[in-house]
């Protein structure tokens, strides 16, 4: 059973911002509209647990913005600012919730875990998969320490940094698909495998202060563009983002990270007037590779562009996405080397033991199975 060291009940808060778990038909097709309160009344309470709930916001999660994100990172820093709270679950849509797992994780400075989980079934169907999933988390964000944010899904555990949703419709919808999960959930036990690898976190950005979803936030928020190569490739829709305003292009590449020499101009004129690039690749797993050249990884390097290792698009977005308010936030903002260097950090950052992390453990003790 699950008590803190005075013998009371984990306090678990929940966070609820819409998705199938909260997904009724509304006539021609689902979208999300029960409350954070029906939601957690389809699920039995894990033993030695209290919840209370905030309703945030009701989408699903293809609608979610950067102002939605951030207003989530602050409710988060906000409830995790009363030290009675022992940990945080967010339920979430499972389309984007990879890219807002990990804008909190980049942000994370606490040891008490934030635990995001979904459903790939409707809320209130008999055999949805929700209520097992939100059990799951609640048990999860009363177990662990020093993991920073996680999914929970299906029983399995995964870090933030990394994870991705590979089943369109099945149960099982995340995994990292270039390492291992980081550990399980069921029968009453949490096992964490291993300690996930995470960068130094930022500072909780100013733009986050301010942010509202469903309105304009106060402090306009940079233009990301993912745009993605394939054969017949031109820089024509890479130029179409940076003519809408882009400060940030996520290059979606072919293979380790290559495109063609026209890309590799473009990607050369965008990082000349201050544009941060980064490289992601359309295969699914392993990490970006400096081989080729003729347009290739090599020659994207070499015109400024930064490789996202084994992140992909969603999350690689996020991190360009974090340096670019991370630089705007310190004084003298606005200098391209630093945010260069910022999204570098974040990129190939994984950083153990280091004192800035704020999340202590050493492997042995995070690596905790614990009976719940
Ligand atoms: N379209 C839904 C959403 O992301 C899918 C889900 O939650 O599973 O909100």
Redesign the pocket.
């Known amino acids: 059973m699950k008590r803190t060291n005075d013998g009371t009940p984990r306090r678990i808060v929940v966070i609820s911002t819409?998705?199938?778990?909260a997904s009724r038909w509304q006539g021609t097709g689902y979208a999300?509209d029960a409350s954070g309160d029906d939601v957690l009344a389809t699920a039995p309470l894990p033993e030695g647990v209290t919840v209370e709930v905030t309703d945030l916001f009701n989408v699903?999660?293809?609608r979610m913005t950067a102002a939605h994100q951030l207003a989530l990172l602050r409710t988060v820093h906000e409830t995790l600012a009363d030290p009675g709270v022992d940990g945080i679950v967010v339920t979430h849509?499972?389309?984007?919730l990879e890219e807002t797992a990990f804008l909190l994780d980049l942000h994370h400075t606490d040891a008490r875990p934030v635990v995001l989980t979904?459903?790939?079934r409707p809320f209130g169907t008999g055999d949805g998969d929700g209520p097992g999933n939100l059990y799951d988390a609640l048990q999860v964000a009363a177990s662990v320490r020093d993991l920073g944010v996680l999914v929970v899904f299906d029983g399995r555990v995964h870090a933030a940094r990394g994870t991705v949703k590979t089943q369109t419709l099945a149960a099982d919808a995340f995994s990292d698909p270039s390492t291992e999960r980081l550990g399980r959930v069921g029968f009453s036990r949490v096992d964490i495998e291993r300690q996930p690898e995470r960068p130094a976190p930022l500072p909780f950005p100013r733009a986050a202060r301010t942010a509202a979803p469903g309105t304009a936030p106060a402090v306009p928020l940079p233009r990301v563009d993912i745009v993605t190569h394939h054969s017949d490739g031109d820089p024509v829709l890479l130029e179409a983002a940076l003519a809408a305003g882009a400060r940030g292009i996520v290059l979606v590449a072919t293979g380790a990270g290559n495109a063609t020499p026209e890309i590799v101009r473009a990607v050369a004129g965008a990082v000349s007037r201050g544009v941060l690039v980064a490289v992601t690749t359309r295969v699914p797993a392993g990490p970006l590779a400096e081989i080729y050249t003729g347009g290739g990884a090599v020659d994207l390097v070499a015109a400024g562009a930064l490789l996202t290792g084994t992140l992909r698009a969603g999350q690689a977005r996020v991190a360009v996405l974090s340096a670019l308010l991370a630089d705007e936030d310190t004084a003298g903002g606005g200098d391209p080397a630093r945010r260069t260097a910022l999204l570098r950090r974040l990129l190939d950052g994984p950083v153990r033991a280091e004192p800035a992390l704020a999340t202590g453990g050493s492997r042995s003790a995070s690596a905790v199975a614990t009976r719940a």
């Open positions: 819409g998705g199938t778990i999300a699903n999660s293809s849509g499972t389309d984007t979904g459903a790939q």
